[in-house]
């Protein structure tokens, strides 16, 4: 580290933004240790990008304080902006120049010499594998693409402190399993990370803490493995292949689990929350099914998913606040699905 | 891709001074701006469609005016030199339609905001807008007055008042490009902007002396006319192509613009600080 080791590298106490009447922050705290990666999640409107404007110094906050390396962003935004990198929302790159000229442009407004600004342009383009389409224009790049090369502007400064708006938002299955692989390596570089996300296997995934934030507040912060813990432990789950049998699959596992069975009797899946008791469970749950003689499919004791934290949290699905815009598209969608059908799990579990 | 090695991003000492002293400060302000004004440059370069727009449109004026409006419009002297200083300063208007379109799009599309969370001048994005954006408006205002000298039109006054002229419709230009740019800003929806820069651009650009002589209009339209900044460039701009009384209308023109510098200028400056 190139500070003096004291105090978190992002500091965050009782954040307050209002939009007239919309008030996005209604007071957040947040602590950041250096070279660590907090994710933070949250569905659609719920503060993520009002706090990284904040913390990037776009946005004066009404009320509370923040600091980066140290420096308050608000005081201090010309110390705090030597040492952080954004990468927004959208990528926030000149689509008429090519690779090249965006990186080696913005070199040259982070004051390094034009040959030093090349080079780095240079090395940046090599890293994030855009050396081939280096002297195309930028509009021609795909969208994963065009967010590796918004992600390279914002590490030409070699920011201490990398905020990364929703990172992966937008991108097919293999651009995002690319985009991670970047991520992580920062983070292994001893970057400190911010970033936001939708996702909950993304904070998973690549954050050492997760803040979850949902209208304005934290409501939960953990490590992911905390986080699920809070559910209420593990769930065991299974298909009964032949729906007439389901009732006699339930009746068999009776006595095993915490509360009633959860049933979705349109797809033959049975779960039922054991608590702490995991493989113990699990075994008496495949006795009572075999004294009965109840085939099954997919017998699994799983770890619940963020997704049932989320819910646990807040009472409404990740996507519940979901505004009519169509942003997020086809995997939202699947997603929303998937909460709906873990609803009943978790609503169980809470209780 | 997993090989964005540990050097990427490694909280390596920056290679920024922590805290620089008001010289190179101020040597850093030019240098962002000549920066953010090369990069404007280029993408114009990139666009052939808009760099072939910006300089057809006054042309087709040009065009039009001589061989089509023009010999209905009763003007004294001919009707090509009352045109084309019209056509200039309406030329330079337009331009700046182009500014707020471009800010709107970066704001939107977060240019602004990287740009914003940057070391950088804070002055850099807006002034070297005001400097590319307007260099370009001198390259077309230059070109529609080759076309001009094409269709007969002459500078009978010698060559300093016809620099001058030059000069004048380039400030003017700037001083609408300060208005265009705060519209872009403080609207930030590039429709709406371009909707908006008609509602304005077009009743003080016709609505002057551009075209036709103020008397042959209505005398309520006249009062709008005969007191309005564009008019006053436009006479001046002419007096100085052709001769005759420069400084009444010198005047008003320079009290216009230097007011609209005092108030825009700010006004853009704050839309920028604030833009979110
Ligand atoms: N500039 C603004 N003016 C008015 N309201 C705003 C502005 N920026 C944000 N808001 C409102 O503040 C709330 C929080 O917005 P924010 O963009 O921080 O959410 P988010 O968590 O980033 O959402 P998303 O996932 O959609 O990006 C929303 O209700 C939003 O409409
Ligand atoms: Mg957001």
């Known amino acids: 580290m190139t500070q003096d080791g004291s105090g978190p590298a992002i500091l965050v106490e009782g954040l307050v933004k209002s939009f007239g009447e919309v008030r996005a922050l209604r007071g957040i705290d947040l602590s950041v240790p250096h070279g660590t990666v907090l994710g933070v999640l949250g569905p659609n409107g719920a503060g993520k990008t009002t706090a990284v404007r904040i913390l990037t110094t776009l946005l004066r906050p009404d009320a509370g304080r923040a600091l980066v390396e140290g420096h308050d962003v608000v005081r201090e935004a010309a110390a705090v902006r030597r040492s952080i990198g954004l990468s927004g929302q959208s990528a926030a790159i000149q689509e008429e120049l090519t690779g090249r000229e965006n990186l080696e442009i913005i070199g040259r407004l982070y004051h390094l010499s034009w040959p030093h600004a090349r080079s780095r342009a240079a090395e940046l383009l090599k890293q994030f594998d855009l050396l081939d389409a280096a002297d195309r224009a930028a509009k021609n790049f795909s969208g994963g693409m065009q967010r590796r090369l918004d992600l390279a502007a914002s590490l030409v400064g070699q920011p201490q402190v990398l905020f990364l708006d929703e990172p992966t938002t937008g991108l097919d299955p293999r651009s995002r399993l690319g985009m991670w692989d970047i991520i992580r390596s920062l983070a292994a570089g001893g970057t400190t990370l911010l970033l936001t996300t939708q996702y909950l296997d993304e904070a998973d995934e690549l954050a050492d803490e997760i803040v979850v934030i949902d209208r304005g507040l934290v409501i939960a912060t953990g490590t992911a493995e905390e986080l699920k813990g809070r559910v209420g432990g593990d769930v065991v789950e299974f298909t009964v292949p032949d729906r007439s049998r389901v009732a006699d699959a339930v009746t068999a596992i009776g006595k095993v689990g915490e509360g009633e069975p959860n049933v979705d009797a349109e797809t033959g899946v049975v779960g039922v929350g054991v608590g702490g008791r995991g493989s113990e469970a699990l075994i008496e749950v495949v006795r009572g099914l075999d004294g009965a003689g109840v085939e099954t499919r997919g017998l699994a004791l799983r770890r619940p998913s963020l997704d049932d934290v989320f819910l646990a949290l807040t009472g409404h699905a990740a996507e519940e606040t979901e505004e009519t815009g169509g942003r997020r598209g086809r995997a939202s969608k699947k997603r929303a699905s998937k909460n709906r059908a873990s609803k009943k799990d978790a609503g169980r579990a809470a209780s | ?276």
Request: aromatic share 10%; net charge positive; hydrophobic share 55%.
């Open chain 2, 1 to 276: 891709m997993t090989a964005v090695a540990a050097e990427s991003g490694a909280p390596a000492a920056p290679s920024l001074p922590s805290s620089p002293g008001p010289l190179v400060r101020a040597r850093w302000a030019v240098s962002d701006t000549l920066t953010i004004t090369r990069r404007n440059l280029l993408v114009w370069l990139r666009v052939p469609a808009f760099l072939v727009f910006t300089v057809v449109q006054p042309v087709m004026f040009v065009l039009l005016f001589r061989y089509v409006f023009g010999g209905a419009i009763p003007v004294p002297g001919e009707y090509v030199d009352f045109l084309i200083p019209g056509i200039l300063v309406q030329t330079a208007a337009f331009a700046t339609f182009g500014t707020a379109i471009a800010l709107a799009q970066e704001l939107k599309k977060g240019v602004i905001d990287r740009l914003r969370s940057m070391p950088m001048a804070r002055s850099a994005v807006l002034a070297g807008r005001l400097v590319a954006d307007t260099g370009r408006m001198l390259v077309t205002i230059l070109i529609v007055t080759g076309v001009g000298y094409a269709v007969g039109f002459r500078f009978d006054n010698g060559v300093l008042p016809a620099i001058l002229m030059i000069v004048l419709a380039t400030v003017f230009g700037l001083a609408i490009c300060c208005i265009s740019a705060y519209t872009g800003l403080a609207i930030g929806d590039e429709e709406s902007v371009q909707a908006f820069g008609l509602i304005w651009i077009f009743p003080i650009t016709f609505l002057s002396s551009a075209f036709v002589p103020i008397p042959t209009m209505p005398g309520w339209l006249q009062a709008f006319a005969n007191n309005q900044p564009v008019t006053y460039v436009i006479d001046t701009m002419r007096a100085l192509a052709r001769g005759g009384p420069v400084e009444a209308s010198l005047w008003k023109s320079i009290a216009w613009l230097a007011g609209i510098f005092v108030v825009f200028l700010p006004l853009a400056v704050r839309a920028y600080r604030r833009a979110s």
